[in-house]
């Protein structure tokens, strides 16, 4: 039975009115209703009785699968709705509006469009109280994300607390999340608070949520629908109030399709879904991220890169995202000593030996004629960036730094439509 809690009035007020209009009707109750069983569906103000404060629920006891599922799928676009209305700008924030363009956010380090993309989302998630899913490639800043939402978010000043689900064996990863009862299991010598009691009233970020077995799956979605959970091996039901942020490098939506994932959980976690840019898809940034990497870094005298060394950072595929860059430039500045610039060879081998694939290929399908290969580059690029926008062609022009008009020619040249 769906229960969604802690929403918004106007959120459900615009949900409503956008489900009747495709024939469903939810209906808004005083509070939690017996009688509501009977309905279709109902939305709940919640009192300070529940423990939640002020806040809706939504009941919907008769409503289909792809119903409930549409039902998600209006909130969350509601909430994002909501959360603009609410936004109360910083003047920081205002100043980078206007000039366009920001570098930074909360610790995160980036100029190019997808992070300005990147930082205009999450100006909108900031305020509001809905789950976040963070979804990117090892390295690429899932964690510091989730700590920027936190700390833009009216939480901030409430405990940030972080689990990974994958460093422990099923059991344990019970009794870290939830705590136990004294007697449990052999070894619960005491009774312990897990860590959700602990981030009560503030976040808890949950790392590699795709690697939690479904038995904890249905637990942390009971959180997530009712507040309520219990201690191993006790009977007490137990309330608390946590924004839930969850993060994972896998596809959940395929496991969800291939079973391996619960698919209520997922559209509750699926809420506001933050994907992060892979670095080789940001490779602008690199100098930029090289700069703040190396100012942490800087002891007695400022270290700057030898150009070849600055480029072949630059075209290297880094399949361990920002943070094998950050190693490499610890690896770097320990290297170079006292040298006052850093010079190419000391890059790492795999750095200094790599050759971008796609040039490699396309110069030798050219049989060597220059203007072949450089057709062939040509159409590549173009395919990828095409892909990389779902064929939008004022983004992917902006990205290839082409004008529109000549992404339209070349498109039709090489039919990528
Ligand atoms: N945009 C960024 N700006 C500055 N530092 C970054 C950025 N992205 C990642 N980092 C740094 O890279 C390292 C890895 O980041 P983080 O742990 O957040 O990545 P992750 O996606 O959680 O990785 P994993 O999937 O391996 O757990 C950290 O030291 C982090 O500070
Ligand atoms: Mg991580």
């Known amino acids: 039975m769906p229960w969604w809690t802690g929403l918004d009035l106007r959120v459900l007020r615009h949900v409503r ?53 549409l039902v998600q799928l209006m909130l969350n676009e509601a909430a994002l709705d909501v959360a603009d209305a609410l936004r109360e700008r910083r003047p920081e924030e205002r100043a980078a509006a206007a000039s366009g363009r920001r570098t930074s956010y909360h610790g995160i380090c980036g100029a190019a469009p997808t992070m300005q993309e990147l930082y205009d989302l999450l100006d909108r998630i900031g305020p509001s109280d809905a789950t976040v ?40 990863l019970d009794s870290e999340l939830f ?76 496991m969800v399709a291939a079973g391996q994932f619960r698919e209520d959980l997922y559209y509750r976690i699926h809420v506001l879904a933050v994907p992060l ?29 030898a150009p070849e060394c600055a480029a072949q950072l630059g075209a290297y595929a880094w399949p361990g995202n920002v943070r094998e860059l950050e190693n490499e430039v610890e690896r770097l500045v320990v290297l170079a000593g006292d040298a006052p ?37 040509e159409r590549r690029m173009i395919g990828a960036a095409m892909k990389r926008h779902n064929g939008n062609k004022t983004r992917a022009a902006e990205d290839l730094k082409v004008s529109r008009r000549n992404l339209i020619r070349l498109v039709q040249k090489y039919q990528l439509e």
């Open 133 to 172: 899913l963070i979804q990117g490639e090892n390295g690429t800043g899932k964690e510091l994300v989730s700590r920027a939402i936190h700390a833009a978010s009216p939480r901030r000043d409430r405990k940030f607390v972080v689990t990974n689900c994958s460093a422990f064996n099923d059991n344990l």
């Open 341 to 377: 610039t850093i010079a190419a060879d000391l890059l790492s081998p795999r750095i200094r030996q790599w050759s971008p694939p796609a040039t490699e290929d396309t110069a030798e399908a050219a049989n060597g004629s220059l203007p072949a290969a450089i057709e062939a580059l």
């Open 277 to 305: 840019p892979a670095l080789r898809e940001r490779r602008e940034d690199i100098p930029l991220l090289v700069e703040y990497f190396l100012s942490r870094h800087r002891r007695a005298r400022p270290k700057r890169l």
């Open 17 to 69: 009115a956008v489900l009747r209009r495709r024939g469903l009707e939810l209906t808004l109750v005083e509070r939690r209703p017996e009688e509501a069983e009977t309905k279709r569906a109902a939305f709940a103000p919640l009192d300070a009785a529940d423990g939640k404060g002020p806040g809706i629920a939504v009941f919907a006891p008769a409503l289909s699968e792809p119903e409930v599922a």
């Open 179 to 254: 705590g136990h009862k004294r007697g449990a299991f052999t070894g619960a010598v005491a009774d312990k608070p897990g860590l959700f009691e602990i981030a009560d009233t503030g976040t808890f970020f949950l790392d590699e949520i795709g690697d939690m077995s479904p038995a904890l799956q249905v637990k942390v979605l009971r959180v997530l629908q009712e507040g309520t959970f219990n201690r191993v091996g006790d009977t007490e039901t137990r309330r608390v109030d946590v924004r839930i942020i969850a993060a994972t490098n896998r596809d959940l939506a395929a």
